[in-house]
Protein backbone atom coordinates (compact mmCIF):
# COMPACT_ATOMS: atom_id res chain seq x y z
CA UNK A 1 0.00 0.00 0.00
CA UNK A 2 1.44 3.02 -1.05
CA UNK A 3 1.76 6.08 2.03
CA UNK A 4 -1.39 7.80 0.64
CA UNK A 5 -3.27 5.34 0.26
CA UNK A 6 -2.28 4.43 3.70
CA UNK A 7 -3.52 7.90 4.80
CA UNK A 8 -6.54 7.69 3.13
CA UNK A 9 -7.30 4.59 4.85
CA UNK A 10 -6.83 6.54 8.41
CA UNK A 11 -8.50 9.26 6.96
CA UNK A 12 -12.09 7.43 5.97
CA UNK A 13 -11.22 5.23 9.58
CA UNK A 14 -11.18 8.91 11.21
CA UNK A 15 -14.06 10.07 9.18
CA UNK A 16 -16.26 7.15 10.26
CA UNK A 17 -15.06 8.03 14.22
CA UNK A 18 -16.94 10.92 13.85
CA UNK A 19 -19.57 10.26 12.19
CA UNK A 20 -20.57 7.56 15.54
CA UNK A 21 -20.51 10.52 17.59
CA UNK A 22 -22.11 12.83 15.91
CA UNK A 23 -25.99 13.23 15.37
CA UNK A 24 -27.65 13.51 12.22
CA UNK A 25 -28.30 17.39 11.71
CA UNK A 26 -30.19 19.15 8.69
CA UNK A 27 -28.54 22.35 7.99
CA UNK A 28 -29.67 25.32 9.87
CA UNK A 29 -31.60 23.41 12.31
CA UNK A 30 -28.87 23.19 14.68
CA UNK A 31 -26.71 25.85 16.27
CA UNK A 32 -22.93 26.66 15.46
CA UNK A 33 -21.97 25.71 18.73
CA UNK A 34 -23.66 21.81 18.92
CA UNK A 35 -23.37 21.11 15.14
CA UNK A 36 -21.73 18.93 14.11
CA UNK A 37 -20.78 16.31 10.44
CA UNK A 38 -24.08 14.86 9.44
CA UNK A 39 -23.85 11.28 8.00
CA UNK A 40 -22.57 12.38 4.25
CA UNK A 41 -20.01 10.85 2.14
CA UNK A 42 -16.72 12.02 2.50
CA UNK A 43 -14.46 11.02 -0.35
CA UNK A 44 -11.55 11.18 0.81
CA UNK A 45 -10.43 12.06 -3.03
CA UNK A 46 -12.75 15.53 -2.21
CA UNK A 47 -11.04 18.52 -1.42
CA UNK A 48 -12.26 21.29 0.79
CA UNK A 49 -11.93 23.89 -2.23
CA UNK A 50 -13.74 21.15 -4.22
CA UNK A 51 -16.68 20.79 -1.99
CA UNK A 52 -16.76 24.45 -0.99
CA UNK A 53 -17.02 25.24 -4.49
CA UNK A 54 -19.88 22.97 -5.07
CA UNK A 55 -21.85 25.47 -2.94
CA UNK A 56 -20.70 28.76 -4.27
CA UNK A 57 -17.89 29.26 -1.93
CA UNK A 58 -14.72 29.15 -1.57
CA UNK A 59 -12.61 27.42 1.04
CA UNK A 60 -9.33 29.03 1.80
CA UNK A 61 -5.99 29.65 4.10
CA UNK A 62 -3.50 31.92 5.52
CA UNK A 63 -0.31 30.92 3.61
CA UNK A 64 3.44 31.67 5.37
CA UNK A 65 5.37 32.34 2.07
CA UNK A 66 8.70 30.87 3.88
CA UNK A 67 6.82 27.71 4.00
CA UNK A 68 5.86 27.12 0.38
CA UNK A 69 9.09 25.89 -0.10
CA UNK A 70 8.44 22.68 2.13
CA UNK A 71 7.06 19.91 -0.19
CA UNK A 72 3.84 18.69 2.12
CA UNK A 73 3.21 21.90 3.22
CA UNK A 74 2.58 22.79 -0.92
CA UNK A 75 1.32 19.72 -1.53
CA UNK A 76 -1.42 19.94 0.93
CA UNK A 77 -2.13 23.40 0.30
CA UNK A 78 -2.46 22.80 -3.37
CA UNK A 79 -4.69 19.96 -2.93
CA UNK A 80 -6.90 21.32 -0.55
CA UNK A 81 -7.54 25.47 -0.93
CA UNK A 82 -8.65 27.52 -3.79
CA UNK A 83 -7.89 30.42 -2.29
CA UNK A 84 -5.29 32.15 -0.25
CA UNK A 85 -4.50 34.60 1.99
CA UNK A 86 -1.03 35.97 3.01
CA UNK A 87 -0.62 34.97 6.48
CA UNK A 88 2.59 38.26 7.36
CA UNK A 89 3.58 39.24 3.77
CA UNK A 90 1.58 41.57 2.99
CA UNK A 91 0.92 44.08 5.82
CA UNK A 92 2.44 46.92 6.09
CA UNK A 93 5.67 46.27 7.70
CA UNK A 94 6.43 44.05 4.93
CA UNK A 95 5.35 45.86 2.25
CA UNK A 96 6.59 49.10 2.72
CA UNK A 97 8.72 49.05 5.73
CA UNK A 98 10.70 52.04 5.47
CA UNK A 99 8.69 55.00 3.90
CA UNK A 100 8.35 55.74 0.12
CA UNK A 101 10.12 52.11 -0.01
CA UNK A 102 8.05 49.01 -1.16
CA UNK A 103 9.35 45.55 -1.11
CA UNK A 104 6.82 43.10 -2.83
CA UNK A 105 9.35 40.62 -3.18
CA UNK A 106 8.21 37.80 -0.71
CA UNK A 107 4.28 39.22 -1.19
CA UNK A 108 4.56 38.53 -5.08
CA UNK A 109 5.76 34.63 -4.11
CA UNK A 110 2.12 34.54 -2.52
CA UNK A 111 0.56 35.86 -5.33
CA UNK A 112 2.51 34.23 -7.89
CA UNK A 113 1.56 30.47 -6.35
CA UNK A 114 -1.92 31.36 -6.20
CA UNK A 115 -2.01 32.31 -9.88
CA UNK A 116 -0.10 28.93 -11.38
CA UNK A 117 -2.59 27.28 -8.92
CA UNK A 118 -5.95 29.24 -10.07
CA UNK A 119 -6.38 30.15 -6.54
CA UNK A 120 -8.29 33.21 -5.20
CA UNK A 121 -6.46 35.53 -3.35
CA UNK A 122 -8.03 37.78 -0.13
CA UNK A 123 -5.91 40.52 0.59
CA UNK A 124 -4.56 40.99 4.35
CA UNK A 125 -4.57 43.94 5.25
CA UNK A 126 -3.81 47.47 4.25
CA UNK A 127 -4.38 49.45 7.58
CA UNK A 128 -4.39 48.00 10.68
CA UNK A 129 -2.77 48.96 14.08
CA UNK A 130 -0.38 46.12 14.36
CA UNK A 131 2.80 45.14 12.33
CA UNK A 132 2.53 48.60 11.12
CA UNK A 133 6.27 50.39 11.21
CA UNK A 134 7.76 52.77 13.38
CA UNK A 135 7.16 55.42 11.28
CA UNK A 136 3.58 55.34 10.77
CA UNK A 137 3.16 55.04 14.35
CA UNK A 138 5.14 58.32 14.83
CA UNK A 139 3.31 60.17 12.82
CA UNK A 140 1.84 63.45 14.49
CA UNK A 141 0.04 65.14 11.90
CA UNK A 142 -3.44 64.23 10.15
CA UNK A 143 -2.26 65.67 6.95
CA UNK A 144 0.91 63.53 6.98
CA UNK A 145 -0.87 60.61 8.49
CA UNK A 146 -3.69 61.17 5.65
CA UNK A 147 -1.32 61.50 2.76
CA UNK A 148 0.52 58.24 4.43
CA UNK A 149 -2.81 56.25 4.26
CA UNK A 150 -3.43 57.45 0.74
CA UNK A 151 0.30 56.31 -0.43
CA UNK A 152 0.03 52.93 0.78
CA UNK A 153 -3.33 51.92 -0.09
CA UNK A 154 -3.04 53.24 -3.39
CA UNK A 155 0.74 52.02 -4.15
CA UNK A 156 -0.60 48.24 -3.00
CA UNK A 157 -3.99 47.74 -4.35
CA UNK A 158 -2.66 49.26 -7.62
CA UNK A 159 0.08 46.42 -7.49
CA UNK A 160 -2.56 44.03 -6.99
CA UNK A 161 -4.87 45.07 -9.21
CA UNK A 162 -7.22 42.86 -10.91
CA UNK A 163 -5.83 39.92 -8.78
CA UNK A 164 -7.37 40.20 -5.89
CA UNK A 165 -11.03 38.92 -4.79
CA UNK A 166 -11.53 40.82 -1.63
CA UNK A 167 -9.20 43.10 0.53
CA UNK A 168 -9.37 43.59 4.02
CA UNK A 169 -9.55 47.57 4.26
CA UNK A 170 -8.83 48.04 7.54
CA UNK A 171 -8.41 45.32 10.27
CA UNK A 172 -9.23 45.25 13.91
CA UNK A 173 -10.14 49.05 15.04
CA UNK A 174 -12.57 48.63 17.82
CA UNK A 175 -11.88 47.47 21.27
CA UNK A 176 -12.26 44.57 22.90
CA UNK A 177 -14.16 44.09 26.49
CA UNK A 178 -17.48 46.13 26.79
CA UNK A 179 -17.08 49.86 25.85
CA UNK A 180 -17.57 49.15 21.96
CA UNK A 181 -15.15 52.18 21.77
CA UNK A 182 -13.21 52.49 18.37
CA UNK A 183 -9.36 50.92 19.42
CA UNK A 184 -6.62 53.67 20.40
CA UNK A 185 -4.31 53.27 17.32
CA UNK A 186 -2.67 55.48 15.67
CA UNK A 187 -4.95 56.45 12.60
CA UNK A 188 -7.68 57.32 15.31
CA UNK A 189 -5.78 59.51 17.09
CA UNK A 190 -4.41 61.63 14.95
CA UNK A 191 -7.01 61.62 12.29
CA UNK A 192 -10.18 60.56 14.50
CA UNK A 193 -13.06 58.76 13.50
CA UNK A 194 -13.49 59.57 10.15
CA UNK A 195 -10.52 57.54 9.25
CA UNK A 196 -11.89 54.28 8.24
CA UNK A 197 -14.23 55.59 6.06
CA UNK A 198 -11.96 57.54 4.37
CA UNK A 199 -9.48 54.30 3.94
CA UNK A 200 -12.65 52.79 2.08
CA UNK A 201 -13.00 55.72 -0.16
CA UNK A 202 -9.15 55.70 -1.19
CA UNK A 203 -9.91 51.51 -1.54
CA UNK A 204 -12.64 51.55 -4.07
CA UNK A 205 -11.46 54.85 -6.17
CA UNK A 206 -7.81 52.47 -6.55
CA UNK A 207 -10.07 49.28 -7.11
CA UNK A 208 -13.64 49.48 -7.97
CA UNK A 209 -13.67 46.00 -9.03
CA UNK A 210 -12.46 44.87 -5.25
CA UNK A 211 -15.00 43.48 -2.45
CA UNK A 212 -14.00 45.53 0.36
CA UNK A 213 -14.01 44.27 4.08
CA UNK A 214 -13.82 45.60 7.24
CA UNK A 215 -12.46 42.71 9.40
CA UNK A 216 -12.24 41.77 13.24
CA UNK A 217 -11.98 39.47 15.68
CA UNK A 218 -15.13 38.39 19.05
CA UNK A 219 -17.58 39.74 16.66
CA UNK A 220 -19.13 36.37 16.34
CA UNK A 221 -21.52 36.42 19.46
CA UNK A 222 -24.22 39.06 18.24
CA UNK A 223 -25.27 40.22 21.91
CA UNK A 224 -21.59 42.24 22.44
CA UNK A 225 -20.47 45.59 22.48
CA UNK A 226 -18.00 44.70 20.26
CA UNK A 227 -19.67 42.97 17.37
CA UNK A 228 -23.11 46.15 18.18
CA UNK A 229 -20.15 48.35 17.71
CA UNK A 230 -19.10 47.27 14.27
CA UNK A 231 -22.66 46.26 13.40
CA UNK A 232 -23.55 50.41 13.58
CA UNK A 233 -20.64 51.28 12.11
CA UNK A 234 -22.01 48.93 8.83
CA UNK A 235 -25.30 49.87 9.19
CA UNK A 236 -23.97 53.92 9.12
CA UNK A 237 -21.67 53.22 5.99
CA UNK A 238 -23.97 51.33 4.08
CA UNK A 239 -26.86 54.43 4.54
CA UNK A 240 -24.34 56.62 3.85
CA UNK A 241 -23.23 55.45 1.17
CA UNK A 242 -19.48 54.46 2.41
CA UNK A 243 -18.16 51.86 0.02
CA UNK A 244 -17.89 49.12 2.13
CA UNK A 245 -18.98 45.39 0.56
CA UNK A 246 -18.13 42.83 2.99
CA UNK A 247 -17.56 41.81 6.84
CA UNK A 248 -14.74 39.42 7.96
CA UNK A 249 -14.98 37.21 10.95
CA UNK A 250 -11.89 36.75 12.10
CA UNK A 251 -13.25 33.60 14.43
CA UNK A 252 -10.40 32.35 16.21
CA UNK A 253 -12.01 30.49 18.83
CA UNK A 254 -10.71 28.55 21.96
CA UNK A 255 -12.66 27.58 25.25
CA UNK A 256 -12.70 31.06 26.61
CA UNK A 257 -14.96 32.57 23.57
CA UNK A 258 -16.17 29.35 22.02
CA UNK A 259 -18.04 29.37 18.64
CA UNK A 260 -21.62 30.95 19.91
CA UNK A 261 -24.63 29.32 19.88
CA UNK A 262 -26.15 31.55 17.30
CA UNK A 263 -23.19 32.25 15.21
CA UNK A 264 -25.51 31.79 11.88
CA UNK A 265 -27.95 34.54 13.35
CA UNK A 266 -24.58 37.14 13.73
CA UNK A 267 -23.62 36.59 9.93
CA UNK A 268 -27.05 36.89 8.96
CA UNK A 269 -27.99 39.95 10.37
CA UNK A 270 -24.48 41.63 9.12
CA UNK A 271 -25.41 40.02 5.87
CA UNK A 272 -29.15 42.00 5.93
CA UNK A 273 -27.32 44.88 6.25
CA UNK A 274 -26.28 44.34 2.34
CA UNK A 275 -23.22 43.35 2.32
CA UNK A 276 -21.63 40.05 1.97
CA UNK A 277 -20.30 38.10 4.96
CA UNK A 278 -16.79 35.87 5.36
CA UNK A 279 -15.30 33.68 7.89
CA UNK A 280 -11.58 34.84 7.25
CA UNK A 281 -9.13 33.51 10.07
CA UNK A 282 -11.12 30.30 11.05
CA UNK A 283 -8.75 28.56 13.68
CA UNK A 284 -10.43 26.62 17.28
CA UNK A 285 -8.43 25.60 19.73
CA UNK A 286 -8.87 21.77 21.16
CA UNK A 287 -8.36 18.09 19.03
CA UNK A 288 -10.96 15.59 18.57
CA UNK A 289 -14.68 15.24 18.92
CA UNK A 290 -15.11 18.61 20.43
CA UNK A 291 -12.88 20.70 17.85
CA UNK A 292 -14.71 18.51 15.29
CA UNK A 293 -17.84 19.35 15.97
CA UNK A 294 -17.22 23.30 16.82
CA UNK A 295 -15.65 23.46 13.15
CA UNK A 296 -18.54 21.83 11.86
CA UNK A 297 -20.92 24.46 13.33
CA UNK A 298 -18.72 26.88 11.57
CA UNK A 299 -19.13 25.36 8.57
CA UNK A 300 -22.80 25.09 8.77
CA UNK A 301 -22.92 28.43 9.78
CA UNK A 302 -21.50 29.70 7.03
CA UNK A 303 -23.93 27.13 4.41
CA UNK A 304 -26.72 28.81 6.67
CA UNK A 305 -26.15 32.33 5.54
CA UNK A 306 -26.42 32.48 1.21
CA UNK A 307 -24.41 35.70 1.79
CA UNK A 308 -21.49 34.25 3.55
CA UNK A 309 -19.02 33.38 0.50
CA UNK A 310 -15.82 31.80 1.71
CA UNK A 311 -13.87 30.36 4.74
CA UNK A 312 -10.47 30.89 5.13
CA UNK A 313 -8.38 28.75 8.09
CA UNK A 314 -5.53 30.51 9.81
CA UNK A 315 -2.76 27.96 8.70
CA UNK A 316 -2.21 25.12 6.33
CA UNK A 317 -1.05 22.55 9.57
CA UNK A 318 -0.55 22.61 13.46
CA UNK A 319 2.90 22.97 13.69
CA UNK A 320 3.15 26.57 11.72
CA UNK A 321 0.28 27.74 13.66
CA UNK A 322 0.33 31.24 15.15
CA UNK A 323 -0.82 29.34 18.41
CA UNK A 324 0.55 26.24 17.74
CA UNK A 325 0.25 24.56 21.35
CA UNK A 326 -3.66 24.85 20.71
CA UNK A 327 -3.38 22.40 17.56
CA UNK A 328 -6.32 24.71 16.51
CA UNK A 329 -6.08 23.92 12.65
CA UNK A 330 -7.63 20.68 10.26
CA UNK A 331 -4.13 19.27 9.53
CA UNK A 332 -2.04 18.07 12.24
CA UNK A 333 2.29 18.60 12.08
CA UNK A 334 2.62 15.63 10.00
CA UNK A 335 0.02 17.00 7.52
CA UNK A 336 -2.69 14.26 8.56
CA UNK A 337 -6.33 15.64 8.30
CA UNK A 338 -7.35 15.62 11.96
CA UNK A 339 -11.37 14.92 12.88
CA UNK A 340 -11.66 18.37 12.00
CA UNK A 341 -11.16 18.66 8.74
CA UNK A 342 -13.83 15.15 7.79
CA UNK A 343 -16.22 17.63 9.68
CA UNK A 344 -15.82 20.25 7.48
CA UNK A 345 -15.63 18.23 4.51
CA UNK A 346 -19.02 16.15 5.28
CA UNK A 347 -20.70 19.41 6.08
CA UNK A 348 -19.98 20.91 2.85
CA UNK A 349 -20.43 17.75 0.72
CA UNK A 350 -23.65 17.33 2.47
CA UNK A 351 -25.05 20.85 1.75
CA UNK A 352 -23.17 21.13 -2.34
CA UNK A 353 -25.02 17.55 -2.92
CA UNK A 354 -23.68 16.42 -6.06
CA UNK A 355 -25.80 19.00 -8.27
CA UNK A 356 -23.57 22.23 -7.77
CA UNK A 357 -25.48 23.29 -4.83
CA UNK A 358 -27.04 26.04 -3.68
CA UNK A 359 -25.26 27.23 -0.70
CA UNK A 360 -26.92 25.30 1.70
CA UNK A 361 -30.63 25.04 0.27
CA UNK A 362 -29.71 28.98 -0.31
CA UNK A 363 -33.09 29.43 -2.09
CA UNK A 364 -34.93 29.12 1.40
CA UNK A 365 -36.15 31.87 2.65
CA UNK A 366 -38.79 32.84 5.29
CA UNK A 367 -39.96 35.93 7.25
CA UNK A 368 -40.89 36.44 10.54
CA UNK A 369 -43.76 38.80 12.23
CA UNK A 370 -44.51 39.72 15.94
CA UNK A 371 -47.66 40.34 17.32
CA UNK A 372 -49.06 41.20 20.94
CA UNK A 373 -51.86 38.93 21.80
CA UNK A 374 -52.47 39.11 25.37
CA UNK A 375 -51.63 41.36 28.53
CA UNK A 376 -51.81 41.04 32.32
CA UNK A 377 -50.43 43.27 35.23
CA UNK A 378 -47.17 41.89 35.28
CA UNK A 379 -46.73 39.97 31.84
CA UNK A 380 -47.47 39.60 27.89
CA UNK A 381 -47.50 37.20 25.24
CA UNK A 382 -45.90 37.19 22.20
CA UNK A 383 -46.79 35.47 19.01
CA UNK A 384 -44.57 35.23 15.75
CA UNK A 385 -45.29 34.17 12.74
CA UNK A 386 -42.91 32.68 10.55
CA UNK A 387 -44.04 32.23 6.89
CA UNK A 388 -41.48 30.03 4.02
CA UNK A 389 -41.08 32.16 0.75
CA UNK A 390 -41.81 30.67 -2.90
CA UNK A 391 -39.39 27.30 -1.58
CA UNK A 392 -40.26 24.61 0.81
CA UNK A 393 -37.85 24.90 3.83
CA UNK A 394 -36.79 22.03 6.42
CA UNK A 395 -35.98 24.31 9.03
CA UNK A 396 -35.93 27.53 10.19
CA UNK A 397 -34.40 29.95 13.32
CA UNK A 398 -34.85 33.42 14.43
CA UNK A 399 -34.48 35.46 17.64
CA UNK A 400 -36.37 37.03 19.71
CA UNK A 401 -34.48 40.19 22.04
CA UNK A 402 -35.88 41.51 25.25
CA UNK A 403 -34.61 44.23 27.25
CA UNK A 404 -33.31 44.20 30.71
CA UNK A 405 -35.07 43.80 33.46
CA UNK A 406 -37.37 41.54 31.03
CA UNK A 407 -37.51 38.00 30.89
CA UNK A 408 -39.04 35.08 28.70
CA UNK A 409 -41.05 33.21 31.10
CA UNK A 410 -42.29 30.48 28.70
CA UNK A 411 -42.25 30.10 25.60
CA UNK A 412 -44.62 26.99 23.15
CA UNK A 413 -44.07 25.92 19.33
CA UNK A 414 -40.32 25.97 19.37
CA UNK A 415 -37.33 24.66 20.86
CA UNK A 416 -35.79 27.86 22.63
CA UNK A 417 -32.01 28.42 23.84
CA UNK A 418 -30.82 31.49 25.25
CA UNK A 419 -27.64 33.34 24.97
CA UNK A 420 -24.92 34.44 28.27
CA UNK A 421 -26.97 37.38 28.92
CA UNK A 422 -30.21 36.06 28.87
CA UNK A 423 -32.11 38.58 27.07
CA UNK A 424 -31.77 36.89 23.39
CA UNK A 425 -33.58 33.83 22.90
CA UNK A 426 -33.09 31.77 19.44
CA UNK A 427 -36.23 29.82 18.41
CA UNK A 428 -36.12 27.38 16.17
CA UNK A 429 -38.49 25.06 14.41
CA UNK A 430 -39.63 21.69 15.43
CA UNK A 431 -40.06 21.08 11.64
CA UNK A 432 -40.32 22.28 7.92
CA UNK A 433 -42.66 24.26 6.14
CA UNK A 434 -44.12 24.05 2.45
CA UNK A 435 -43.77 26.80 0.00
CA UNK A 436 -45.77 29.51 1.19
CA UNK A 437 -46.90 27.93 4.60
CA UNK A 438 -46.96 29.35 8.17
CA UNK A 439 -46.56 28.59 11.55
CA UNK A 440 -46.55 30.19 15.06
CA UNK A 441 -44.16 29.96 18.12
CA UNK A 442 -45.50 32.05 21.08
CA UNK A 443 -43.84 33.27 24.65
CA UNK A 444 -44.51 35.21 27.92
CA UNK A 445 -42.47 38.38 28.65
CA UNK A 446 -42.24 38.63 32.37
CA UNK A 447 -41.59 42.99 32.05
CA UNK A 448 -40.31 43.99 35.77
CA UNK A 449 -41.80 47.11 34.80
CA UNK A 450 -40.22 46.79 31.15
CA UNK A 451 -43.12 47.30 28.51
CA UNK A 452 -40.79 47.39 25.36
CA UNK A 453 -42.09 44.99 22.84
CA UNK A 454 -39.31 42.34 21.81
CA UNK A 455 -37.37 42.39 18.57
CA UNK A 456 -36.78 40.01 16.17
CA UNK A 457 -33.90 38.56 14.20
CA UNK A 458 -34.39 37.89 10.60
CA UNK A 459 -35.57 34.53 9.89
CA UNK A 460 -33.08 32.05 8.80
CA UNK A 461 -34.04 29.27 6.67
CA UNK A 462 -32.50 25.64 5.80
O1 LIG B 1 9.86 36.33 10.75
C1 LIG B 1 10.34 36.70 12.03
C2 LIG B 1 11.60 35.95 12.37
O2 LIG B 1 12.60 36.33 11.45
C3 LIG B 1 12.00 36.27 13.79
O3 LIG B 1 13.11 35.52 14.14
C4 LIG B 1 10.87 35.96 14.75
C5 LIG B 1 11.21 36.33 16.19
O4 LIG B 1 10.07 36.71 16.93
O5 LIG B 1 9.74 36.68 14.37
C6 LIG B 1 9.28 36.37 13.06
O6 LIG B 1 8.16 37.14 12.79
C7 LIG B 1 6.95 36.75 13.42
C8 LIG B 1 5.91 36.53 12.36
O7 LIG B 1 4.66 36.27 12.94
C9 LIG B 1 6.26 35.39 11.41
O8 LIG B 1 6.28 34.19 12.12
C10 LIG B 1 6.54 37.86 14.36
O9 LIG B 1 7.43 37.96 15.44
C11 LIG B 1 5.15 37.58 14.88
O10 LIG B 1 4.67 38.71 15.60
C12 LIG B 1 4.19 37.32 13.72
O11 LIG B 1 2.94 36.97 14.27
C13 LIG B 1 1.86 37.11 13.37
C14 LIG B 1 0.78 37.97 14.04
O12 LIG B 1 -0.33 38.06 13.17
C15 LIG B 1 1.26 39.37 14.33
O13 LIG B 1 0.25 40.13 14.90
C16 LIG B 1 1.30 35.74 13.09
O14 LIG B 1 2.24 34.98 12.33
C17 LIG B 1 0.00 35.87 12.27
O15 LIG B 1 -0.62 34.62 12.20
C18 LIG B 1 -0.94 36.82 12.98
O16 LIG B 1 -2.09 36.97 12.19
C19 LIG B 1 -3.11 37.79 12.76
C20 LIG B 1 -3.86 38.45 11.62
O17 LIG B 1 -2.98 39.13 10.78
C21 LIG B 1 -4.93 39.41 12.15
N1 LIG B 1 -5.82 38.72 13.05
C22 LIG B 1 -5.19 37.99 14.15
C23 LIG B 1 -4.16 37.01 13.58
C24 LIG B 1 -3.58 36.17 14.69
O18 LIG B 1 -2.86 36.95 15.60
Redesign the pocket.
Known sequence: MSTAHQSRFRLRGAATRIRKVVAAAAIGAVTAGTLVATAGTASAQTSLGDAAAATGRYFGV?VAEGRLGEQDYTATLNREFNSITA??SWKWESLQPARGYFDFSAADRIANHAQQQGMELRG??LVWH??LPGWVQNIGSADELRSVMYDHITTVMEHYKGQVRSWDVV??AFEDGSSGARRNSVFQRVIGDSWIEEAFRIAREVDPDATLCYND?NTDAWNTAKTQAVYNMVADFVSRGVPIDCVGF?A?FNSGNPVPENYHITLQNFADLGVEVQIT?LDIAGWGDSQAEQFGGVTLACLAVPQCTGITV?GVTDKYS?RAEDTPLLFDGNYNPKQAYYAVLDTLLNAGGGDGGDGGNGNASCTVTYTETQRWGDRFNGEVTVRAGDQPISGWSTTVTVQSPQKISATWNGNASWDSSGNVMTMRSTGGLPAGGQTTFGFTVMTNGNWAAPTLGSCVAS
Do not use: D, G, K, L
Open positions: AENHTSQNEYQHEWW
